[in-house]
């Protein structure tokens, strides 16, 4: 993404996992992402919380990111569909070998199998 621990706002508040423990947030940032390629892709800004964890992904794309870029998300077809400006529809596809093993590694502890 570029930048330095400086440049991040702060955030006075706690996240919580999924097990009910509480993330250390570092801060956030707000940046302009991009969504697909060429002419399918699309960019919104999104505020990226940054935390100090292990996870076997490197971004978690919330409710208020997808609903803000107005996709679809289906798990079972590995994929999401989001409306461009002109009526046409952009696809992110996901690659399944990298996703299941993103996956299995979500589930182990210590994690990080992805990168």
Do not use: W
């Not at 302009?32 to 935390?51: C, D, L, P, Q």
């Not at 569909?81 to 696809?91: A, F, L, Q, R």
Request: hydrophobic share 35%; aromatic share 8%; net charge positive.
């Amino acid at each position: 993404m570029g930048g330095s621990l400086d440049d991040l706002e702060p955030y006075d508040r706690v996240l919580v996992r999924f097990s009910g423990d509480p993330v250390q947030v570092r801060g956030y940032l707000e940046a302009k992402t991009m969504f697909g390629e060429g002419e399918k892709a699309k960019s919104i800004i999104i505020r990226y919380m940054i935390v100090n964890t292990t996870s076997s992904y490197n971004e978690l794309l919330g409710r208020p990111i997808i609903n803000k870029l107005g996709a679809i998300v289906s798990s079972i077809h590995m994929n999401v569909k989001y409306p461009m400006d002109e009526g046409t529809i952009g696809v992110l596809i996901v690659y399944q070998r990298a996703a299941r093993k993103c996956y299995k590694g979500s589930l182990k502890i210590e994690g990080d199998v992805c990168r």
